[in-house]
């Protein structure tokens, strides 16, 4: 496959693409292409065949047809959106029409494919999907870095730093939490260690990362 960014390529053998598609010759062949692309496959006949299975905790992205028996693709992504799996959808139908392809994409999803497609729009919609999948990731990975740091400061360090991120000095500081100027600037030097951060300004950013300000 044509990569669409080459300098930072996608590595297909450490995702996972999920099909979920009550059409078994679909299926296979969607399953037959891929693999020879080098992406890991799991294929599924309907929702709860996938709801059933376990989910790799990997880069991925999920083929979903709009029209199944049971729950429908549309209304399995607002499940998805609702319980909060961010997990990247490009959506497959045989019967796809404008207002249900307006709803997928302003529901998150990331294409909207008519049958029968192109094997290269298939392959593009699914790398986008994992550029986006992996982006998220990598974003979750850094709040959850970044948050475990938090949580390593003292309760007046928190306070000091979501002070000092709002714009308050270190005297307005020292005046709102009842303490001197020097233990302010001390709680302040603690925060900044802990936290990592080289200057001021990444403390400012690393609270508003963490809704502090």
């Known amino acids: 496959m044509t990569q669409t960014d080459s300098i930072d390529p996608i590595d297909y053998a450490e995702t996972l693409i999920y099909i979920v598609d009550d059409e078994a010759p679909l299926r296979a062949a969607i399953s037959s292409l891929l693999r020879s692309v080098g992406m890991r496959v799991g294929a599924y006949a309907s929702v709860a065949e996938f ?80 550029r986006a999948d992996r982006a998220r990731r ?34 307005q500081i020292a005046g709102e939490v009842g303490t001197s100027e020097i233990t302010v600037k001390i709680h302040r030097g603690n925060a900044m260690r802990k936290m990592q951060a080289k200057t001021f300004a990444d403390l400012v950013r690393m609270a508003e990362a963490l809704g502090l300000a």
């Not at 390593?152 to 005297?171: F, V």
């Open 51 to 130: 709801l059933a299975g376990e989910r790799a905790d990997v880069t991925s992205c999920l083929l979903l047809d709009v029209r199944l028996e049971g729950v429908s693709g549309l209304d399995f992504q607002a499940d998805l959106r609702r319980d909060g799996v961010a997990l990247p959808i490009i959506f497959m139908t045989g019967h796809g029409d404008i207002p249900m392809s307006v709803r997928a994409m302003k529901a998150g999803a990331i294409d909207f494919l008519a049958k029968p497609f192109r094997d290269q729009e298939l392959l593009d919609a699914i790398d986008a999907a994992l």
């Open 138 to 171: 990598q974003r979750d990975g850094a709040l959850r870095e970044l948050t475990a740091r938090y949580d390593s400061l003292t309760p007046r360090e928190r306070e000091i730093m979501a002070l000092a991120a709002r714009g308050l000095m270190n005297k």
